[in-house]
């Protein structure tokens, strides 16, 4: 099962402005006027030009035209060109499962919709971009493409606009605005006007030079920056006469910029290059720190960074952080490698990020998942490059194990197998992190329904463990070994291999691979009419309760194969309440997949309930969804293959071919999980019989275990229920049954922890 996290909404992701957008007014309308008469449109100039701003500022005023958003992908630290579709999948939100090629993943989400896409920073990639462009647009009719480059991308269809200096007036408001920012008395005035507009004209009219002039009139005079500049401009003109004129001034105006700040502000600005994307200060602190700069000077001078324009700061899901502009981060990346400590900075790098992703992995079984692989994801640019730099393979494989739940759960599967398959070439020799690794890239690849790839790397890694005594690794071998064999309809293998991963689980502790056991054992049990099938769903459900799980992944896949079972006993009214609180529980974690498998489930239960047009609304919204991935329902194996096919045939029976159609085209409408559940959820009319609360135990059994849980003994409760003790002790019995417990301190337990996650 694969679970998509950091819903993304579908209004876009465009970045907000942190400062306002000064001059350019006729170049703003020429774009969108060109915008609006190509579907590829690039705008080039020299760094420092002002492309991104320009292409920020022309997609939020274009936004209201393109009912599915605008969006963002910025690709300037993307270093690997076979990445470049899978940063574009991450930053639209599109599932990347790998089930297909990435680029075929992206071209069937984007079919049906019609958006804006910004690729930001193409210029080191433009071969891979101008294929990812020709892929989409080709595959959809209303996708939009707006590029920023230091050259046209050159494939049929590319219109140009060359993004030019601002025009004096426009430098001098821009100055004006900036050094207000950092200096609140300063004026343009008749006085000082020409030395303003002398100023401007030496750094070209262009708008990151100008920014950086800005930062230092907060000290300086105007006479006294244009002095220092010409002397600097003389000086560095002398040394490449061949340089081109901007090229000239921008490097002048970092040189003269880098060499105003202190030493340690220096030493700080070249260690900070090493991130990829923007960081926190707790990777400051850990990758900066030493040989110069203590601990607890890093905010200090980064804040001195700051004021000086060096560094952004910019924050996300509320908490600051920081970034470099890509002139200004290769600036720095430069003068570090000149340093000498290039490889040391870059191990800190590698070794913080590899500390973040096994404190995550140690810790998942605690609550937090949703904040840990937010944070991840906001990682990712810095895990890439982690990955990228890695000098030591066996660190390297730690890593890309260690981030097995972002991979698989956190919508990178196509990726995570790109870095295992390039760890695991690198690293063959029989160590823990390999052993790891191999049941990871096992996961990995039969999330990609690649079961061949998925058999040889459980063999190796089952054959490892063993010879390490690594029982945990043996425990995810068992259990994914029953995932395949559950997808491919061998039931009764898959139960065997789930009993023994459940057995291992509990040996060693790991609650989170109990639960997924005994949800994917309780499915198979339900195929096969087993009666232990409800007992075993329930003690998902116990143990998902009793955990406290959040986001609510096992939670969710509990109340689901609670409902599935009950669907199979021919329960309705408790499988639909079951199932639409499974919904409940998924909401925001944008699981494609699981979505889809739920709204399969309550479309035949809704069909077996009467209302056929509403259950082809919902095999609409669960197509939907598994297109969006890639994927078929026969990833899931034969018995959901059939179950699908059994309720459409219902469905065009009762209301005929053309009326199912329609039905399933409005639910398709639905854009993501979100909207889809919300659609599913609708509906509020109940069941005929009162629906059951989402949990393996009846209204009366959890009376009872709440009264057990308050101490009472049978003849307690019998006589606070009005019951017979022989019926109490029933109940009781039934409910040690259910969620496979032998104790009435166990019911205790789990009624207290299942009260505290209801509230």
Same mark, same amino acid.
């Given at each position: ?491 009764? !293998? %898959?139960?065997?291999?789930?009993? &023994? +991963?459940?057995?291992?689980?509990? /040996?060693? =502790?790991?609650?989170? $691979? #109990? ?84 709204? !399969? %489930?309550?479309?035949?239960?809704? &069909? +077996?309930?009467?209302?056929?047009? /509403?259950? =082809?609304?919902?095999? $609409? #919204? ?138």
């Amino acid at each position: 099962m694969t679970i998509q996290t950091s819903q993304i909404p579908d209004v876009g992701n465009l970045p907000a402005a942190l400062t306002t957008f000064v001059g350019r007014r006729q170049d703003l309308a020429e774009v969108r006027d060109r915008l609006g008469a190509t579907r590829l449109l690039t705008l080039t100039g020299v760094g420092g030009v002002g492309k991104t701003r320009l292409a920020l500022e022309v997609a939020a005023a274009s936004a209201p035209d393109f009912a599915d958003g605008v969006w963002l992908v910025d690709l300037a630290a993307v270093r690997d060109s076979a990445l470049v579709a899978n940063a574009t999948a991450a930053a639209l939100g599109a599932p990347d499962l790998g089930v297909r090629p990435i680029v075929d993943q992206l071209s069937a989400f984007l079919a049906h919709r019609s958006p804006l896409i910004v690729l930001d920073n193409c210029e080191h990639l433009v071969d891979a971009c101008a294929e990812l462009a020709q892929a989409l647009l080709s595959a959809s009719p209303g996708l939009r493409i707006l590029t920023t480059s230091r050259r046209a991308l050159g494939i049929f269809g590319e219109r140009i606009f060359a993004v030019p200096p601002l025009a004096p007036d426009d430098a001098v408001e821009l100055l004006r605005d900036r050094t207000t920012a950092v200096r609140a008395d300063f004026q343009v005035t008749d006085d000082n006007r020409a030395q303003v507009l002398r100023l401007c004209a030496d750094l070209d009219g262009l708008p990151l030079a100008i920014e950086l002039a800005a930062s230092r009139l907060r000290t300086l005079t105007v006479d006294e920056a244009v002095n220092r500049l010409e002397d600097r401009f003389g000086l560095l003109t002398s040394g490449n006469r061949t340089a081109r004129p901007h090229q000239r001034t921008l490097r002048a105006l970092i040189d003269w910029s880098h060499e105003l700040c202190a030493p340690a502000e220096r030493l700080l600005w070249h260690r900070l290059s090493v991130f990829a994307g923007d960081f926190g200060l707790d990777a400051a602190e850990a990758v900066c720190m030493g040989d110069g700069i203590d601990r607890n000077e890093v905010l200090d001078l980064l804040d001195q960074l700051v004021v000086q324009s060096v560094v952004l700061p910019t924050e996300q899901n509320g908490l600051p952080r920081y970034r470099l502009l890509e002139t200004v981060r290769q600036y720095g990346r430069d003068r570090l490698a000149e340093s000498g400590e290039e490889q040391r900075v870059l191990r800190r790098h590698h070794d913080f990020y590899l500390a973040l992703a096994e404190g995550i992995a140690d810790g998942w079984s605690g609550p937090g998942q949703w904040e840990n692989l937010t944070r991840l994801c906001a990682e990712h640019a810095d895990l890439r490059a982690a990955l990228a730099h890695g000098d030591d393979p066996q660190a390297t494989l730690a890593l890309v194990g260690a981030l097995r739940f972002h991979w698989c759960w956190g919508r990178f599967i196509g990726e995570g197998r790109h870095w295992l398959d390039r760890a695991l070439a690198a690293a063959p020799e029989p160590t823990p992190a390999r052993a790891r690794a191999l049941w990871v890239a096992a996961w990995v690849a039969a999330l990609q329904s690649d079961h061949p790839a998925a058999h040889r790397w459980l063999d190796e890694a089952e054959d490892l463990g063993e010879r390490l005594g690594d029982s945990v690794a043996c425990a995810h071998v068992q259990n994914l070994r029953g995932s395949l064999a559950l997808s491919g309809g061998r039931l009764d !293998e %898959a139960v065997s291999f789930f009993e &023994a +991963a459940v057995a291992a689980y509990r /040996e060693t =502790g790991e609650e989170i $691979g #109990a639960i997924y056991a005994l949800v994917q054992m309780g499915t198979a049990q339900s195929h096969l009419g087993d009666p232990r099938a409800t007992q075993t769903c329930g003690q998902a459900l116990a143990l998902s309760e009793a955990h406290g799980d959040r986001p609510a992944h096992s939670h969710a896949y509990a109340l689901w194969t609670l409902g599935y079972n009950a669907w199979i006993r021919g329960d309705h009214d408790e499988a639909w309440a079951l199932i639409r609180s499974a919904l409940e529980k998924a909401q925001g974690l944008n699981d494609h997949i699981g979505v889809a498998q739920m709204l !399969e %489930a309550l479309a035949w239960i809704t &069909a +077996a309930r009467g209302d056929l047009e /509403e259950a =082809g609304r919902l095999l $609409g #919204a669960a197509s939907a969804l598994l297109r969006d991935t890639g994927t078929t329902l026969s990833t899931f194996g034969p018995h959901m293959v059939e179950q699908r096919t059994r309720c459409e045939e219902d469905v065009v029976r009762a209301l005929g071919r053309a009326a199912y159609e329609k039905a399933a085209t409005e639910g398709a409408g639905r854009r993501g999980p979100e909207e889809a559940i919300a659609y599913a959820l609708r509906t509020r009319s109940e069941p005929t019989a009162a629906a059951p609360a989402p949990s393996p135990l009846t209204a009366r059994e959890r009376d009872v275990a709440a009264l057990v849980a308050d101490g009472l003994s049978n003849r307690q409760i019998a006589s606070a229920l009005g019951r017979s003790p022989r019926t109490v002790h029933g109940h009781v019995e039934n409910i040690l049954a259910k969620l496979g417990f032998a104790s009435r301190a166990r019911i205790a337990s789990w009624w207290t922890a299942n009260q505290a996650t209801d509230a």
